[in-house]
């Protein structure tokens, strides 16, 4: 299924819908099957590599992602993180801005990469692919320029300038971009097969479709030309109204969520690869497997490329849903 999926990636035709995800889709399960906590695997290496690895080992899921978090960019910037080290099941958060104002972004050296863990998710990334590289498709998964401003910048000023200066948040995303596209280049050159950029905070389905085009889509566009094929890019909510600007991004695949209706999606996004879009909260996370078993169909009855869910894993998602994903 690996070569099949690659294959999918590179734009080339296959007989399968395949069943896999390029976001964060570990589970309680799985970290307990390694004798792993949530907190200790994101400042390890090998503990990092065998959480994303558990869950091919318990589904057959054909991928695997790291990092395990959308923040190491933001850490490598000078971002200090809660890696709620007090056990619970939470993912590492910014803990406060470090920018005031958009103005400030411009300023953030980019030309080191090597700071925060990123070398350390680079050798994790190794790890795993001498693991189980020859069995499933790795994503080396990275925020959107947006999403990753959102951690580093007060967001009312931000807002604020977006609407009095906005060439000045087009400059910081420009100055993101750049930096993003580095880590995204060590994390293919590290093992990752592929690179997921999770534009979550500037989904047009959050963000508005003006505000996208005005904003968002300019940076998408420069991040998606720095980077090797293959791009996937996972936006979250509604997006339905911007379908036409999706497809204007660069990037070879478009994961949407369980927000939008994924038969208007495949008709309108027709020369881009469509990845979704099952529920993960009320389908994988508390549905039954018969329910898991109609989203699934219906998502290939839509003509969807790959059947993906459509956001991170909710952690205590029962395994058995994600087999049954996979049938």
């Given at each position: 299924m690996r070569e099949e999926i690659l294959k999918l990636l590179?734009?080339?035709?296959?007989?399968?819908?395949?069943?896999?995800?390029?976001?964060?889709?570990?589970?309680?399960?799985?970290?307990?099957?390694?004798?792993?906590?949530?907190?200790?695997?994101?400042?390890?290496?090998?503990?990092?590599?065998?959480?994303?690895?558990?869950?091919?080992?318990?589904?057959?899921?054909?991928?695997?992602?790291?990092?395990?978090?959308?923040?190491?960019?933001?850490?490598?910037?000078?971002?200090?993180?809660?890696?709620?080290?007090?056990?619970?099941l939470q993912f590492p958060q910014v803990k406060k801005f470090i920018c005031e104002s958009a103005k400030e972004i411009s300023g953030l050296e980019i030309e080191d990469w090597e700071r925060g863990r990123i070398p350390l998710i680079c050798e994790a990334l190794k790890l795993l692919k001498d693991d189980i590289g020859k069995e499933v498709a790795i994503s080396g998964l990275i925020p959107g320029p947006y999403t990753l401003l959102l951690y580093l910048c007060n967001p009312i000023n931000l807002f604020m300038e977006m609407k009095k200066e906005p060439q000045v948040v087009k400059d910081a995303l420009g100055h993101l971009s750049l930096f993003l596209a580095k880590i995204g280049k060590q994390y293919r050159n590290a093992g990752a097969d592929f690179i997921t950029i999770h534009e979550m905070g500037g989904s047009p389905g959050f963000i508005g479709p003006a505000r996208f085009e005005q904003f968002i889509l300019p940076a998408l566009k420069d991040l998606h030309t720095q980077l090797p094929s293959p791009?996937?890019?996972?936006?979250?909510?509604?997006?339905?109204?911007?379908?036409?600007?999706?497809?204007?991004?660069?990037?070879?695949?478009?994961?949407?969520?369980?927000?939008?209706?994924?038969?208007?999606?495949?008709?309108?996004?027709?020369d881009t690869l469509l990845f979704g879009n099952l529920d993960p909260m009320a389908t994988l996370f508390a549905g039954d497997e018969d329910s898991v078993r109609e989203s699934t169909r219906k998502a290939k009855e839509a003509r969807a490329d790959a059947i993906m869910p459509g956001c991170d894993l909710v952690m205590q998602t029962p395994i058995k849903n994600l087999r049954e994903m996979l049938k």
């Open positions: 590179s734009g080339k035709k296959i007989n399968s819908q395949p069943a896999f995800s390029g976001l964060i889709h570990i589970t309680v399960e799985g970290l307990a099957s390694e004798g792993l906590s949530l907190h200790e695997v994101h400042k390890d290496a090998g503990k990092m590599a065998r959480a994303a690895a558990s869950t091919f080992k318990l589904t057959g899921m054909p991928s695997a992602t790291l990092p395990l978090d959308l923040c190491a960019p933001a850490e490598a910037l000078g971002a200090e993180l809660n890696f709620y080290e007090g056990g619970e791009r996937v890019l996972s936006v979250c909510g509604n997006v339905t109204k911007s379908f036409a600007a999706l497809s204007q991004t660069g990037a070879d695949a478009v994961s949407i969520d369980q927000t939008v209706e994924l038969a208007a999606a495949r008709s309108a996004l027709k």
